[in-house]
């Protein structure tokens, strides 16, 4: 099959496209035949070594993708050969034509969710879900503040907090983005290239704050949403898409009092698989009926993962990039 290898960390630029063996399952795992996949801002961080983990070299990146199901390994009863589905594997192996992944993280697809959706589910819902559901434990009528708000992480952090009854405030950088964050339901958008985020947040609050705030991006950012945080607000910490990690001025949560909460969606879904299940459950309900759905930015054949990777690394994303084989 043909594939996208990392032979050594560094600039994504260096994949190659090749071809190398037919992966198979082993126990416990499932086959799928790749018809499209998700890029996710981590799959940089992965190929550059700059990820939480990892993987031994030479392997194949991308970490989400959908297709049909080829084999299952002994052990597998929850997906059968041929079904739709979608699967994950943190981070590796799904830039490819075949993808071998855990059964725990392969979930049949409804017939009305489409195979770019079921791809781009995955990271940016689950770790949406997982945020938002179980570490935030956001309450109907609660105001969330979304930083990166038009990318893959905060599209589905608009859509997945309007679900559950929120007033959503988007952060983004342009007004074309803006346009994106309500299309998806945005109440309010702050272009904190041209607006303060402290200031425009708490006159959209009544002087109060945020009740939760989502932030994928870091760096500054974050220490600006320490400053608009309500009283006994929890900020989220999903990621650093800035490149670069804050130093908190801890006098903030003391004053706020407020919680600093990380948000790790796949250690989560590995540490508990029956409650990431229901999670998705949920999910891809949410997007059979319409009430969610990933917006496509970009679509790529999988030869030009590395051009599609550009489009993320330079912010021209608004929502997911998408690969699909031949």
């Given at each position: 099959?043909?594939?996208?290898?990392?032979?050594?960390?560094?600039?994504?630029?260096?994949?190659?496209?090749?071809?190398?063996?037919?992966?198979?399952?082993?126990?416990?795992?499932?086959?799928?035949?790749?018809?499209?996949?998700?890029?996710?801002f981590p799959d940089i961080l992965m190929i550059a070594g700059l990820?939480?983990?990892?993987?031994?070299?030479?392997?194949?990146?991308?970490?989400?993708?959908?297709?049909?199901?080829?084999?299952?390994?002994?052990?597998?009863?929850?997906?059968?050969?041929?079904?739709?589905?979608?699967?994950?594997?943190?981070?590796?192996?799904?830039?490819?034509?075949?993808?071998?992944?855990?059964?725990?993280?392969?979930?049949?697809?409804?017939?009305?969710?489409?195979?770019?959706?079921?791809?781009?589910?995955?990271?940016?819902?689950?770790t949406g879900y997982h945020a938002l559901v179980d570490r935030a434990r956001l309450e109907p009528g609660e105001t969330?503040?979304?930083?990166?708000?038009?990318?893959?992480?905060?599209?589905?952090?608009?859509?997945?907090?309007?679900?559950?009854?929120?007033?959503?405030?988007?952060?983004?950088?342009?007004?074309?983005?803006?346009?994106?964050?309500?299309?998806?339901?945005?109440?309010?958008?702050?272009?904190?290239?041209?607006?303060?985020?402290?200031?425009?947040?708490?006159?959209?609050?009544?002087?109060?704050?945020?009740?939760?705030?989502?932030?994928?991006?870091?760096?500054?950012?974050?220490?600006?949403?320490?400053?608009?945080?309500?009283?006994?607000?929890?900020?989220?910490?999903?990621?650093?898409?800035?490149?670069?990690?804050?130093?908190?001025?801890?006098?903030?949560?003391?004053?706020?009092?407020?919680?600093?909460?990380?948000?790790?969606?796949?250690?989560?879904?590995?540490?508990?698989?029956?409650?990431?299940?229901?999670?998705?459950?949920?999910?891809?309900?949410?997007?059979?009926?319409?009430?969610?759905?990933?917006?496509?930015?970009?679509?790529?054949?999988?030869?030009?993962?590395?051009?599609?990777?550009?489009?993320?690394?330079?912010?021209?994303?608004?929502?997911?990039?998408?690969?699909?084989?031949?």
């Amino acid at each position: 099959m043909r594939a996208q290898v990392v032979h050594e960390f560094g600039d994504y630029r260096n994949l190659s496209y090749e071809e190398v063996d037919d992966p198979a399952p082993g126990p416990g795992e499932v086959l799928i035949g790749v018809e499209a996949v998700g890029l996710n801002f981590p799959d940089i961080l992965m190929i550059a070594g700059l990820y939480q983990d990892r993987p031994e070299l030479p392997f194949v990146a991308g970490a989400e993708a959908a297709g049909r199901v080829l084999a299952v390994g002994d052990g597998v009863t929850r997906v059968t050969v041929g079904d739709r589905a979608l699967g994950y594997k943190l981070l590796v192996g799904a830039m490819a034509e075949r993808f071998v992944a855990p059964a725990d993280h392969v979930f049949r697809l409804p017939d009305d969710v489409t195979m770019e959706q079921g791809a781009c589910l995955s990271l940016t819902y689950g770790t949406g879900y997982h945020a938002l559901v179980d570490r935030a434990r956001l309450e109907p009528g609660e105001t969330v503040l979304i930083t990166g708000a038009s990318g893959g992480v905060g599209s589905a952090g608009i859509q997945i907090a309007k679900a559950l009854g929120a007033r959503v405030i988007a952060a983004v950088g342009t007004d074309a983005k803006a346009e994106t964050a309500r299309s998806l339901g945005a109440d309010e958008v702050i272009i904190y290239t041209t607006e303060s985020l402290k200031e425009r947040t708490k006159e959209l609050t009544g002087g109060r704050g945020a009740d939760v705030i989502y932030d994928p991006v870091g760096g500054d950012t974050f220490l600006e949403c320490l400053r608009c945080i309500n009283w006994e607000g929890r900020i989220l910490v999903a990621g650093f898409t800035s490149g670069r990690i804050p130093k908190a001025p801890m006098n903030l949560p003391l004053l706020k009092g407020c919680s600093i909460v990380g948000v790790f969606w796949g250690a989560f879904a590995e540490r508990d698989p029956q409650a990431n299940r229901a999670n998705f459950a949920r999910l891809l309900d949410w997007t059979s009926e319409g009430i969610i759905g990933p917006r496509i930015s970009a679509r790529f054949p999988l030869e030009s993962a590395v051009e599609a990777l550009a489009t993320i690394e330079n912010r021209q994303v608004t929502g997911k990039v998408v690969l699909s084989p031949g």
